[in-house]
């Protein structure tokens, strides 16, 4: 007869027991990469930041990468004071083309998406793939085109040239119907029908509220593609009234040869026209992390 006793806590733990996993070199390797990745893409936000707090004279009498004497507030004054706050204009524009342009394309991408993966009809997967060559067409092969299309109806130089191209998104319409027919199934709309709702109601009611999660991914990126556009509005537009910020800077940079004062509102130009973007995602990153994961596994 034996008698076992527990001994657990009374010697010291094994050298086995103690020694955590260690991470590979392999993975070492990959975190040096992410971390000189990110400083490499950092970088230039790093410099603007800086670049911003600086006066003229500082800007270039001191290295770029290095503060010098804070002077942000004056330089925001002066941004929005030159040529009778013409900055806050151009900010207006672009959040009027980026806001309202990507809404219409979201809903537009939502309905031709919602068709494609619900009805079934001859040439569907024809249609398709136009749309999805549709993806591959630069922007620049378009703006002549575009350009002498809207000269054809004298509507060059307004705001609809460059709205009206900027509410078409091929990439919204391929999200979208990847998203519906992962996220809208079959029976509900069948349920639905047998109710009596009508196929616009069914698509309004059931189809954008199950698929509003990746809605949310397919605004942020026509927003994005939006308030970057730079070579529509340089051939639409002539009145610098209804320029976007990004083409408005442009103008600007282009006359610091003649007028140096202009660097230092560029500058302080672009890091203003940043917060509109990075405050899009903030509030939106829960619904654009659920959009992304939408349709990644198959059921």
Do not use: C
Request: aromatic share 12%; no cysteine.
């Amino acid at each position: 007869m034996s008698i076992l006793t527990r001994t657990d806590g009374s010697h010291a733990p094994s050298a086995a027991a103690g020694r955590r996993p260690r991470a590979g070199a392999s993975t070492v390797i990959a975190m040096v990469f992410m971390v000189l990745i990110a400083g490499y893409m950092l970088l230039p936000v790093y410099w603007l930041l800086v670049s911003s707090t600086k006066s003229q004279g500082d800007l270039v009498t001191t290295p770029g990468l290095l503060p010098a004497r804070w002077h942000l507030g004056e330089n925001l004054a002066a941004l929005f004071d030159h040529q009778d706050g013409v900055y806050s204009r151009w900010l207006l524009n672009s959040l009027l083309y980026a806001g309202a342009g990507s809404a219409v394309a979201t809903v537009l991408a939502a309905a031709a998406g919602y068709a494609l993966a619900t009805y079934a009809f001859r040439g569907r997967e024809a249609v398709f793939s136009v749309i999805l060559g549709g993806v591959l067409v630069p922007a620049t092969a378009l703006a002549l085109p575009l350009f002498l299309l809207f000269a054809e109806f004298d509507a060059t130089n307004t705001f609809w040239s460059v709205f009206l191209p900027s509410v078409v998104s091929p990439f919204g319409v391929y999200l979208s119907r990847i998203f519906a027919a992962a996220s809208v199934p079959d029976e509900v709309v069948e349920a639905a029908r047998m109710d009596g709702a009508s196929e616009f109601r069914i698509f309004r009611t059931i189809a954008m509220r199950l698929m509003s999660p990746a809605l949310v991914t397919v605004f942020l990126f026509q927003f994005v593609v939006i308030w970057n556009n730079f070579l529509l509005p340089l051939v639409m537009l002539q009145d610098e009234r209804l320029y976007p910020v990004t083409l408005g800077l442009f103008t600007w940079q282009s006359q610091t040869s003649r007028l140096p004062e202009l660097q230092t509102l560029t500058i302080v130009g672009a890091l203003v026209s940043v917060v509109p973007i990075v405050l899009t995602f903030l509030l939106l990153q829960r619904y654009w992390r659920a959009g992304l994961a939408a349709g990644a596994v198959k059921s």
